[in-house]
Nanobody
Framework: QVQLVESGGGLVQAGGSLRLSCAAS??????????MGWLRQVPGKEREFVAYITWNGGGTHYADSVKGRFSISRDSAKNTVYLQMNSLKPEDTALYYC???????????????????WGQGTQVTVSS
């Protein structure tokens, strides 16, 4: 039983900031065994990779579209991963998902099928 719960989405103006949180829990879930990713999706389009942080927090990776604006981090004590989003643009509008990827899974982290568990998503809307 693994549960990922996102929060922090909302409506913001272009240029604003927002921080998303994803709390992980579950009897069989070991937070340190999983890399954590954020992916987003808009209606009619494929799910898009946004950011990833490795199982030990030693490395981060970002989509070109968000580099320099978004920052992913994790807090092992709280079993929580964050996505700090700055300088938001209307094109950032999407449903944002938190996902967990096993450290033994070698499928490219930019691919949705690399992830074992998913949250329910949190909506981010950026107005112009």
């Amino acid at each position: 039983q693994v549960q990922l719960v996102e929060s922090g989405g909302g409506l913001v103006q272009a240029g604003g900031s927002l921080r998303l949180s994803c709390a992980a829990s579950g009897r069989t879930f070991s937070f340190r065994d999983y890399g954590m990713g954020w992916l987003r999706q808009v209606p009619g389009k494929e799910r898009e990779f946004v950011a990833y942080i490795t199982w030990n927090g030693g490395g981060t990776h970002y989509a070109d579209s968000v580099k320099g604006r978004f920052s992913i981090s994790r807090d092992s004590a709280k079993n929580t991963v964050y996505l700090q989003m700055n300088s938001l643009k209307p094109e950032d509008t999407a449903l944002y998902y938190c996902a967990a990827r096993s450290s033994t899974n070698f499928i490219d982290y930019v691919q949705s099928n690399a992830y074992d568990y998913w949250g329910q998503g949190t909506q981010v809307t950026v107005s112009s």
